[in-house]
């Protein structure tokens, strides 16, 4: 692991999004595209031979891929990696109904031959080894997982086991990449971890514990990680490797103690150019002090995951690589985000907290200056809907004492009076992204992310490009 600082002296400012390609072709009902992930299980009423001599499967009819493209079919056991086929296609296939089918994807026993010919035209088949017999004795705990780098394929029906009969088996499709979701529920090749703080003199009171996760079975992966510093923008840039399934907890008063801030994590190739690897998982936990109650509390907050669509490589711009975040390379950045169950604050029962802020659009330095509408919704005496508006401006990262807030035409006294909850949405002047938390200390202790409404259309972020060096 390694540490850079770049100066900055103000704020500027999968496997990839799961698409499932629903495809009407010879009954097929979903296919993948674009590094997607899917599992499928064997049919648990298939017969198969006692000592297979081969485990073949069969080819979708529908397939559209470009040169270049590779299908890897994982065999895995109790989800650990047992065994890889691999089909790469050295020129570009179409077919609307392929039939009859070919194999796409190869298993045979170990010590048996490597070259399973060439199944598709233009196209190469290096099957996987392993004990075939263990899969026949005990199919349930067997699972293909299916990653297309490229293109578009359907969906696979059947499998063949060979031996000292010809079974017919199966494949039942079982679950898909969660990469899809919008949010912090799902696993990504960017995280933005949306809060972290410490003490450096006081730990035990303020401190942040931020981890990291790689939840593939079978790759490692490079990150490179930026922490941004809320109140000089000032980057933090560190690098490390995780190696498949591998975890990493970081104490943030160790790491950058005395800072409050937000954090970017990007999957990154050996270069440090950014890669695609819908993989990534993460959450920080962070203990802040409370006044109102006397004592510390704390938040799990998940990491906000971005999927990355697309598998081809950024290209280094005399040292910069560029993201674009739109849907088609990553997935979009939320534009306009909302606060719910937000308490009263009369009193001091309830002391919330929201905390906002624009990712850096250069890792390396930029300036800007954000404004930002806040609209709340509650209920009056009458029970009619009721709503009051503020603005608010903010530089890097900035946190907001709601009982502090001017709002109109209803004061924020009246307009969450005691015992009333109300909801706020939070949208930039600009319409370009808009991130951030909610922490309340009092009745109840709690924190969460902000809840994302709508997207921006585009937004680009650059990253210095530098090499990540894992060692042995």
Not at 18 to 27: D, E, H, K, R, T
Not at 258 to 268: E, F, L, P, Q, T
Not at 407 to 415: D, N
């Amino acid at each position: 692991m390694f540490f850079e600082r770049f100066r900055v002296k103000s704020y500027k400012l999968l496997m990839i999004n799961v698409l499932l390609v629903m495809a009407a072709f010879s009954g097929e009902a979903s296919g993948m595209s674009d590094s997607v992930a899917l599992y499928f299980s064997f049919n648990q009423g298939s017969t198969w031979p006692t000592v297979p001599s081969s485990l073949l499967i069969q080819s979708p009819s529908y397939i559209k891929v470009p040169a270049g493209a590779e299908l890897k079919v994982h065999l895995m056991r109790d989800g650990v990696l047992v065994a890889t086929s691999r089909l790469t296609f050295q020129q570009p296939f179409q077919s609307d109904a392929l039939i009859p089918p070919v194999p796409v994807a190869s298993f045979i026993p170990e010590g048996g031959q490597q070259s399973a010919g060439q199944p598709l035209p233009g196209a190469s088949l290096v099957p996987g080894s392993t004990d075939l017999t263990k899969i026949a004795q005990d199919p349930s705990k067997y699972r293909l997982m299916w990653v297309l780098s490229t293109g578009v394929m359907g969906t696979p029906g059947r499998a063949i086991a060979t031996g000292s009969i010809l079974s017919l088996i199966d494949l039942n499709y079982a679950a898909v990449s969660s990469a899809s979701i919008m949010g912090d529920q799902k696993p990504g090749s960017i995280l933005f971890f949306n809060r972290y703080s410490s003490s450096a003199s006081n730990p035990l009171v303020e401190d942040t514990r931020l981890s990291i996760a790689n939840t593939n079975p079978i790759e490692s992966v490079n990150i490179r990680m930026f922490l941004v510093d809320s109140a000089t923008c000032q980057v933090t840039n560190m690098s490390f490797c995780l190696a498949s399934q591998q975890s990493l907890s970081i104490q943030m008063s160790d790491l950058d103690p005395g800072v409050k801030g937000y954090v970017m994590a990007v999957a990154v190739n050996a270069n440090g150019e950014p890669a695609q690897f819908n993989w990534l998982v993460g959450n920080a936990i962070v203990k802040q002090p409370a006044s109102n109650i006397g004592r510390p509390y704390a938040s799990v907050l998940s990491a906000y995951a971005v999927a990355r669509r697309k598998n081809d490589v950024i290209i280094n711009n005399n040292g910069l690589a560029e993201m674009i975040f739109n849907d088609d390379q990553y997935d979009r950045l939320p534009g306009e985000i909302a606060f719910d169950s937000v308490p009263s604050q009369a009193n001091t029962v309830n002391s919330t907290t929201l905390s906002l802020y624009r990712p850096l659009t250069d890792m390396t330095g930029g300036v800007s200056s954000i404004g930002v509408q806040l609209t709340g919704w509650g209920m009056d005496s009458q029970n009619q809907v009721v709503s009051s508006t503020g603005n608010l401006s903010l530089t890097c990262y900035r946190d907001f004492s709601l009982a502090s807030l001017r709002l109109t035409p209803i004061p924020i006294a009246q307009f969450l009076p005691s015992g009333t909850t109300a909801w706020f949405i939070a949208t930039s002047n600009d319409l370009l992204p808009l991130m951030g938390v909610q922490l309340n200390s009092g009745d109840y202790n709690s924190g969460s992310n902000a809840r994302s409404l709508n997207f921006s259309a585009e937004y680009r972020i650059k990253i210095p490009v530098l090499p990540v060096s894992c060692g042995q």
